[in-house]
């Protein structure tokens, strides 16, 4: 198993109102952000300490009605998205989206646990040590 495998590793923001997100997160969080251009739209990166750490969308740009309402989406890394969706299945959990892969980024999937709650799935492209220096570790999280 890698040294990834299990972590939380991107958290995005879906959201009706970006303009109005950024400057709260600039605000409460200091974060920075860069556009990315995207299909119809623009993904903002957040940076925080030179490093990204978030990622803001608007809803409008997705396909499902159901998926506008504005929440936090959580991508927990694993070593095989197909692997890991077929173990989430046997536990009692459900596929919401089939694996698709983001160029630079990962293979991604998205699930409902057993409890209902949707989670994102990811193979990243990068990996990293915890431990290792300069990378984020739990030392290094500002409180």
């Known amino acids: 198993m890698s040294t990834t495998h299990g972590l939380v590793w991107w958290s995005e923001l879906m959201t009706g109102d970006v303009t109005g997100c950024r400057a709260y997160y600039e605000t ?6 860069e556009e990315m251009p995207m ?3 623009v993904y903002l990166i ?3 300490h030179g490093k990204p750490v978030a990622g803001m969308m608007d809803t409008a740009s997705l396909p499902s009605a159901s998926d506008r309402y504005p929440h936090w989406m959580t ?4 070593d095989d998205v197909d692997s890991a969706l077929e173990r989430a299945k046997a536990a009692g959990g459900h596929v919401e ?3 698709f892969e983001v160029p630079g980024v990962g293979r991604i999937a998205i699930a ?3 409890g209902g709650a949707v989670v994102g799935l990811m193979t990243p492209v990068t990996q990293w ?3 290792a220096p300069g990378e984020p570790s739990l030392e ?3 409180v």
């Not at 409460?28 to 952000?33: A, N, S």
């Open 28 to 33: 409460v969080c200091g974060w920075r952000f």
């Open 39 to 41: 299909g119809d739209g």
């Open 46 to 48: 957040a940076h925080a």
């Open 75 to 78: 991508y927990l890394a694993v």
């Open 97 to 99: 989206r089939e694996p």
């Open 112 to 114: 409902r646990d057993a």
């Open 129 to 131: 040590d915890a431990d």
């Open 140 to 142: 290094n999280v500002p």
